[in-house]
Every structure is written in C-alpha cells, then in structure tokens.
C-alpha cells in the first residue's frame, strides 16, 4: 500500500505547501496521473503518481505544509485494506471523504505543528558508509533524497550534499527581537524566505568574502547598444538590454580565469568546463536565480532569449528545479532599481557573485585631462577567498572591464 510522501523537489527544499490536491478521495489514479501541486521555496510542482489505485485518504490539506518524507496520502491498489490507524499523520491531517473536496478543510493549528515535525531518523535507508561521511559532513540524512535501491542513501548522494541549514551556526536566534506593538504586523515567513535566511547566513558565516571593485567606461556599450535596437525595432525583433551584455561579457571572461567558475569542495576545489551562470530574479516572496545551461556556447541573442524565458516563469513560478539549480556563478544587476554600486553575498556553492549597478552619466576626465559628460558602470566581485585570491579577482575583473569597454567583440 503506497504512501504519498513529500518529496524533494529542489536542492534547498526542506518542506512543501500542499497547494491544491487534483484528485479527490476515492478517485481512480493511474500512473503518471497528476494528483497534487506542491509549492517548494521556488515554484509550484506538478506532483505525479508512480502507482495506480484509489485515493483512499488525505493526511495534509490544501494549504498545509508537509517536511520532505511526511505522508501526504493513501493510495490504495485493488485488493488492498487500510493499514492499522497508528501514524501520526492519519491521526492528526486525516480528510473526512464526506466532507467533500479536501481544499475545503483548513487543518487545526495543533494539527499543523505534528505536521511540521522533524522526520523520524529511524525510516531513512542508508548506507553504513553514507552514514559514516554524512556524520563527518554534518549532513542531514533525512533530507537527501536517495538514489540507491528502493531510495536507499549511498555515499554519492551524501559527497553531493550540501551542509544542512540545521548544522549551520545560527547565531541570528541569539539576536534579541523588538516585540510588536499595536498595529505591528507579524508576518510568518514563506518556505522561500526561510531557504534565503538560511543559506545567505551559511554564506556570510562560513564563506570567507573578499570585495572587489570597478567602474567601467560603458560609453561604447551605450552607443552600440542604441544602434542595434534600432535596428532590431526596424525589422520587429525584440530589444537588447544591458544585462544581455553583462552577462555575454561575465561568461567570456570566465572562459579566460576559468578559476572563478568553480566552487570550495572541503578537500578540493572543482573548477567547472561548462559555464552556467544563475542569474537574480526578484519574485513576489524573494529571489529566485535560474540558470543559463551552457551559456558559453550561446551567442549574445540566445542568450538574451534565454534569460528573458526563464525570468518570466520564474516570477509566475512555473520554473521547474532543474532550471534554477547548478548554477556555477551569480550575477545580480540592481542598475534598473537605481543603483549605483553595491556587494552581493555569494550565492553558495558558488566562488563569485558579480553586483552590476546601474549606468550613470556623469562628468569624467578625458585622455586630454578635459572635463566631458560619459557614461560610467560599478562592478563589484564578492569572491569566496578559499578559491579565488585577490591577484585572480582582479585578472577577471580586468577581462570583464576590457569586454565591456568594447562591446563589438561580444557580437562575434
């Protein structure tokens, strides 16, 4: 008798929103059928059944929340009783099927703590040796997803994990908290803010920064730019932006200091062939960096194509995990909010972020020392320090300013 458990559906995701259930109890479901949307710390997700039979009960109801490995339903085959009513979850989200459709019933507050419990380490299948380097790691084996037989955890799936949010010194609880006053909202965070909390204070606590800065002449940028769109406008293509370029010119430059693509292994540092630049989209509840697969492969328009794609779904939340993970470096561009410079936190594993600000016009000294109006561009680099040292920072900078300064050859 299957049970429906929450699944991993991201890298970061450590719990899942029960948006809207697509088959009712005691519906036939067959294999492959979609029974259920789940909202992760990213997108919502199609959940599919991989067995057939009826839906006998509901544990989690819409707009419930479930950790990775809790039961979510029962699916019955042909033949098949109910189990003994012992578990925590039948007793506590069970769906009365004369109540009608599940997104009806809202769960009990009580109820929803016993959901949002820790999985119990006594179901999790692993290895002796996973469980020997997951303890070395700090890594927490209930919520890796198995790849073994039967979902068993092998070493593999544990060197691929990341460090757990829970082994992470969390030194913001300590941090003492003002109490509302009358008229305060207190807003519960979303699984999305939490991911974010999360992995950016792993960052800043265990990645050791280092900042770097440039101003760029971005005078040819502005000119070509201006006459390409022109052109394009003539002949009904879609215009190029600024963070088209940007982005052309960071994968060409990390194809010269390939250091800066790569991430910290603990014992190793993996410096990647391919580059796959996730690039900082703002959505409704936080951030969300898709991927460009192969962006060194791609010409300035593909490119273009691709981020003006994935930054669309990602805001409607229709991106899928396997576009928003194994990114190899970040770019976040604050120039269109009105940004002038700023430093970004590294977006882990990752070695370096770029923080683009925005184009500025302003007065600057020409090759004649005379005073002319131009157009200048702040780049930062925050780099993690184990892989990249300054003297490497500043090669790739170099690469980067020199591109943008001549754009023409980033059509090439």
Known sequence: MPYIEMPKLSDTMTEGTVVKWRKAVGEPVDVGDVIAEIETDKAVMELEAFDG?????????????????????????????????????????????????P?????????????????????????????????????????IQGSGPGGRIVARDVESAPVTPAAIPTAAAAIPVLPPGPGDRRIPLTGMRKIIAERLLASKTQIPH????????????????????????????????FNDFILKAVVAAATKVPRVNASFAGDAVIEYTDIHPSVAVAVEDGLVTPV????????????????KDLATRARSKKIKPEEYQGGTLTVSNLGSHGIDSFSAVINPPQAVILSIG??????????????????????????????????????????????LENPAALLL
């Open 53 to 101: 039979g009826t839906l006998q009960e509901i544990y989690v109801s819409e707009g419930g929340k479930a950790r990775i490995g809790e039961k979510l339903a029962l699916l019955l085959a042909a033949g098949e009783d109910a189990p003994q009513k012992d578990g925590q979850a039948a007793k506590t989200q069970q769906v009365n099927p004369l109540a009608g459709s």
């Open 210 to 241: 280092f900042y770097l800065n440039i101003e760029v002449d971005a005078g040819e940028l502005v000119r070509l730019r201006t006459q390409l769109n022109e052109h394009l406008e003539k002949s009904g293509q879609g215009k190029l932006t």
């Open 358 to 403: 925005a184009i500025v016009k302003k007065p600057v000294l020409n090759a004649q020392d005379q005073i002319v109006p131009g157009h200048r561009l702040a780049i930062g680099l925050s780099a993690d320090h184990r892989v990249v040292d300054g003297a490497t920072g500043a090669q790739y900078l170099a690469e980067l300013r020199g591109l």
């Open 103 to 143: 997104s009806r019933t809202s769960p009990a507050p009580a109820k929803a703590e016993k959901a949002a419990a820790p999985v119990s380490r006594g179901r999790v299948k692993a290895s002796p040796l996973a469980k020997k380097i997951a303890g070395a790691k700090r890594v927490d084996l209930a919520l």
């Open 292 to 307: 460009i697969r192969q962006a060194q492969k791609k010409s300035l328009r593909e490119i273009s194509e691709a981020v």
